[in-house]
């Protein structure tokens, strides 16, 4: 099965920094890797996806590439602020086989104002 | 509120008993995806449905583990004789079927605390 392993599991910046979020899946089969937000005591939400037919996307502050051959994809998010601070997770699916997710450890994001 | 609803959102029980959660999925998705999420972790993929036929349910945690969706809108999620180490978040998450329609929308989830 798939195995997604996700780097570093904390991150501490200053607030207008940028933040970096590494993940590797081991599937080749996976085609979908979605970002997502979880802050304390809340639901995950995604801030952004990736389909494999495409190597970047961004989003404003946030951007997503995804390197196939490596079988890695990363979050980069620029201009933190306080309220980026959550912990962020990684997750990858093969959409042609019922998209069910994977995913990473989790990242704790904290920026410092 | 058109999102994923689950009830209870939290649930206190006794080692042995049985407990079961509801989830409510957004009303015109047809895939509907149960995670267990422990403290510190990222959630782990338990089984889904697309309608209601569950499709994988290979990666329940353990005979004791079983979901059904019966008429393909809400689903239940239920563990008979609950053991200390079931205690986790449990979400509920739904999508849309097809190729271009992958993002999954979770729920709040129900806390389960094992006594």
């Known amino acids: 099965g798939e195995n997604v392993e996700q780097h570093p599991s904390t991150l501490s910046v200053q607030e207008g920094d940028s933040a970096v979020i590494k993940c590797t899946y081991s599937?080749?089969?996976?085609?979908?890797f979605p970002w997502y937000k979880q802050e304390l005591g809340k639901r995950p939400q995604l801030i952004i996806d990736?389909?494999?037919?495409?190597g970047e996307k961004k989003d404003q502050r946030i951007a997503v590439t995804l390197n196939k051959t490596a079988k890695h994809f990363s979050l980069h998010i620029t201009e933190t602020q306080p309220e980026d601070s959550a912990v962020y997770f990684c997750?990858?699916?093969?959409?042609?086989?019922?998209?069910?997710?994977?995913f990473g450890g989790g990242t704790r994001l904290m920026v410092k104002p | 509120d058109t999102g994923v609803s689950q009830n209870p959102r939290h649930k206190i029980t006794k080692r042995g008993q049985n407990v079961t959660f509801r989830c409510d999925p957004i009303?015109?998705?047809?895939?509907l995806y149960w995670y267990r999420q422990t403290l510190g972790q990222g959630p782990e993929f338990l089984t889904y449905?697309?309608?209601?036929?569950?499709?994988?349910k290979s990666r329940l945690l353990s005979d004791r583990f079983s979901a059904e969706r019966p008429k393909g809108s809400f689903s239940t999620l239920e563990i008979q004789r609950t053991e200390q180490g079931d205690s986790a978040m449990y979400l509920c998450?739904?999508?849309?079927?097809?190729?271009?329609?992958?993002?999954?929308?979770f729920g709040p989830g129900t806390r389960l605390t094992v006594l």
């Open positions: 998450a739904s999508s849309a079927a097809g190729l271009l329609y992958n993002e999954q929308f």
């Open positions: 599937d080749s089969a996976s085609n979908y």
């Open positions: 990736i389909r494999s037919n495409v």
């Open positions: 997750a990858a699916s093969n959409s042609n086989a019922g998209n069910m997710l994977t």
């Open positions: 009303s015109e998705h047809n895939r």
């Open positions: 449905f697309q309608n209601e036929a569950q499709l994988e």
